[in-house]
């Protein structure tokens, strides 16, 4: 009797370890992580980018109309000496 008794346990207790195991494998992989600690560093990370390049663009914006006023000066000069 107490050996049946003592099996029961045993077999329930490792039945309970399986679900146990499966549960937590199941949650771990098919849940996703919350992003919720870094929701403002990557806010901030984004808007760096987006500053950036916006600051690249008004550069090269910058370097094409100082070309062009070169450009023009030497056009100018051209046509004057001609």
Same mark, same amino acid.
């Given at each position: 009797?107490?050996?049946?008794i ?5 077999i329930?207790?490792?039945?309970v *370890? ?12 098919y849940?996703?992580?919350?992003p919720?600690? =870094?929701? $403002? ?6 808007? @760096?980018?987006?500053?950036e +390049?916006?600051? $690249?663009? +008004?550069?090269e @914006?910058?370097? %094409?109309?100082? =070309? *062009? ?6 056009f *100018?000069? %051209?046509t004057m000496?001609?």
């Open positions: 009797m107490w050996s049946s003592f099996l029961h346990i045993i329930s207790v490792i039945i *370890m399986i679900i146990h195991y499966i549960w937590d494998y199941c949650k771990n992989t849940n996703q992580k919350s919720k600690k =870094n929701i $403002a560093n990557t806010q901030i990370q984004k808007y @760096k980018e987006i500053i +390049k916006l600051q $690249a663009q +008004k550069m @914006k910058f370097n %094409e109309n100082t =070309n *062009m006023e070169e450009d023009l000066e030497k *100018m000069e %051209e000496n001609s």
